[in-house]
C-alpha cells in the first residue's frame, strides 16, 4: 500500500511548482524551512491521496513522515488525523504524534495537525500542561503546536488557554509564532469580541507588530488604526 501510494505521488509531481513551493516555504540556507524538499503538488490533491489510503499502518505514516519529501510529510498527518478521528485507540494516536513531533517542521505541517490531533485530544482533557512546556521548547515548531492546538478550545468557547499561551508567547522572536498568536486571538475575537480586546488593550503595545496585525485584522478600519498608533 505505501509503494502504491508513493507512486502515485510521483505521478503528480511538477518540478516547476516544486520549484515555486521551495521559494514559498523558504527553504534556501539559514531559512525556516532550510532543507524541506517539495515535489510540486497541490494541497487538495494531498488531501485526496490521505482519503484513499486512510488505512495505512502506523509503521507505513512513520515511514512517511521522516520523508525528505514536505508532501510525504503532510500526508502522513493527513492520514493520521483521520485516524485520530476514526479509531478507538485515541490515546496511541496522540502519543505516536508526540513521539514523531520533530517530524512536523514546516508551519503547514504545523497548521493541518495540531489542532486535529493534539488539540481534539486535550479539548476533552482537564491536564493541558503539555502545552505550556510546548511553549517554552526552543523548537518554533513546537511553540507553534502549543497556540495552534488551541484553535478546537476555541471552536468550543473554551478560551483560557489561547489567552494564557498567548501571554507566553507575546515575546517570541519568530515570525511564525507571532503570526499563530495573532490568528488565535483573532479566532477568540470572532467568538468573544470583550475577551480579545481586553487581552489587546492590557498588552497590545507590547505585543510584536506581525502578532498585532493578525488579531486587529478584521475590526473596522478606524480602530484599527487606533491599535497600530498606540492611542486605545
Not at 489510503?53 to 519529501?69: A, C, G, Q, T, V
Amino acid at each position: 500500500m505505501l509503494l502504491d501510494l508513493r507512486s502515485k505521488l510521483q505521478a503528480l509531481s511538477d518540478p516547476a511548482k516544486a520549484r515555486v513551493l521551495q521559494r514559498y516555504f523558504k527553504t534556501a540556507p539559514g531559512e525556516y524551512g532550510e532543507g524541506d524538499v517539495f515535489m510540486g503538488i497541490a494541497v487538495p490533491q494531498l488531501r485526496a491521496i490521505s482519503k484513499k489510503y486512510r488505512d495505512l499502518s502506523l509503521s507505513d505514516i512513520k515511514m512517511l513522515l521522516y520523508s525528505k519529501f514536505h508532501e510525504e510529510r503532510l500526508v502522513a498527518l493527513l492520514i493520521l488525523a483521520m485516524k485520530y478521528n476514526n479509531e478507538q485507540d485515541k490515546e496511541g494516536i496522540v502519543q505516536f504524534y508526540l513521539d514523531n513531533i520533530g517530524q512536523v517542521n514546516n508551519w503547514d505541517l504545523v497548521d493541518l495537525s495540531a489542532p486535529n490531533i493534539l488539540g481534539l485530544h486535550l479539548a476533552q482533557k482537564k491536564d493541558r500542561s503539555l502545552l505550556y512546556r510546548l511553549a517554552a521548547s526552543d523548537s518554533l515548531w513546537e511553540r507553534r503546536i502549543a497556540v495552534l492546538a488551541t484553535h478546537s478550545f476555541i471552536l468550543n468557547n473554551d478560551f483560557e488557554d489561547t489567552i494564557q499561551i498567548s501571554k507566553i508567547l507575546m515575546h517570541d522572536e519568530s515570525d511564525l509564532v507571532q503570526k499563530a498568536v495573532g490568528w488565535m486571538l483573532r479566532e477568540v475575537g470572532k467568538r468573544n469580541i470583550g475577551l480579545e480586546e481586553e487581552f489587546l488593550k492590557r498588552h497590545y503595545k507590547k505585543m510584536k507588530r506581525v502578532a498585532l496585525r493578525y488579531a486587529i485584522e478584521r475590526f473596522p478600519e478606524t480602530k484599527r488604526r487606533a491599535y497600530l498608533e498606540g492611542k486605545v
